[in-house]
Nanobody, 120 residues
Framework: QVKLVESGGGLVQAGGSLTLSCLVSGRTFSELDMAWFRQAPGKERDLLARITYWGGGTTYYADSVKGRFIITRDNARSTVSLQMNSLEPEDTSVYYC????????????WGQGTQVTVSS
């Protein structure tokens, strides 16, 4: 059973930084694509960043976070992180870690989510 556990959420002032981490167990981490999503109340869950399992980890960022957020992975520690800089009140949301088999299109492994609140 694949399990994802996020940590690192909390309250931060606008302009500040926060780093989220996600520990994966139950599957060979280095064989999984990883991603971070977020979902605000009443809104859809949006993909923020993803990192592939191959090639040292090719990354993709949504326009809303490009240049501010950085996704990295540590295969030795089965961990994916999201460094978030220059946070804005609009970044307030529940952040989710997700994983998928590289042969799949859908993201089907999910963490429980961690709340990030950015105060103005």
């Amino acid at each position: 059973q694949v399990k994802l556990v996020e940590s690192g959420g909390g309250l931060v002032q606008a302009g500040g930084s926060l780093t989220l981490s996600c520990l994966v167990s139950g599957r060979t981490f280095s064989e999984l694509d990883m991603a971070w999503f977020r979902q605000a109340p009443g809104k859809e869950r949006d993909l923020l960043a993803r990192i592939t399992y191959w090639g040292g980890g090719t990354t993709y960022y949504a326009d809303s976070v490009k240049g501010r957020f950085i996704i990295t992975r540590d295969n030795a520690r089965s961990t994916v992180s999201l460094q978030m800089n220059s946070l804005e009140p609009e970044d307030t949301s529940v952040y989710y870690c997700s994983a998928r088999e590289p042969t799949e299109v859908s993201w089907h492994y999910w963490g429980q989510g961690t709340q990030v609140t950015v105060s103005s």
